[in-house]
């Protein structure tokens, strides 16, 4: 049986960013996602993530990009496709048509700067995908 990872997510930073017009990053929403990652009774410590969405798109639906955790965290038998699949989730569930942490419609042109949204919740994953 596989290791069972524990993701406890703490909270979301909603556009942490402020970049000038010009910046490559400007039409990018930039986030952070706050969480401690436990592997079997290993602890891991407290990450963090990028989540990036361009300004305007769908938020329930538009991809999202997922950086890498800081600090850095490698480990080849990692479930990386559950793990941003549970980033995401969390991320949507803060904001959007259905957020929690705040919630408007689809493109409504709003900007956010260092929102944050605190929403503790633990999930369980197996280590390996």
Same mark, same amino acid.
Request: proline share 7%; net charge neutral; aromatic share 10%.
């Given at each position: ?33 706050? @969480? ?6 290993? =602890? ?9 969405? !361009?300004? #305007? *798109? ?19 038998? @990692? ?6 699949? =549970? ?9 959007? !048509?259905? #957020? *929690? ?29």
């Amino acid at each position: 049986m596989p290791q069972q990872v524990t993701l406890t997510l703490l909270r979301a930073v909603v556009d942490t960013q402020s970049a000038p017009p010009q910046s490559a990053n400007a039409n990018h929403m930039i986030s952070r996602v706050f @969480f401690t990652l436990e592997i079997g009774d290993k =602890q891991g410590g407290t990450f963090h993530v990028e989540v990036t969405q !361009p300004r #305007g *798109s769908r938020y329930s639906e538009d991809p999202l990009e997922i950086g890498p955790m800081v600090p850095h965290f490698a480990d080849e038998k @990692f479930n990386w496709d559950k793990f941003r699949e =549970q980033i995401e989730k969390y991320y949507r569930q803060q904001v959007g !048509p259905n #957020g *929690s942490g705040i919630r408007f419609g689809e493109n409504a042109g709003i900007v956010m700067r260092d929102c944050v949204f605190s929403n503790k919740q633990v999930v369980h994953f197996p280590m390996a995908g």
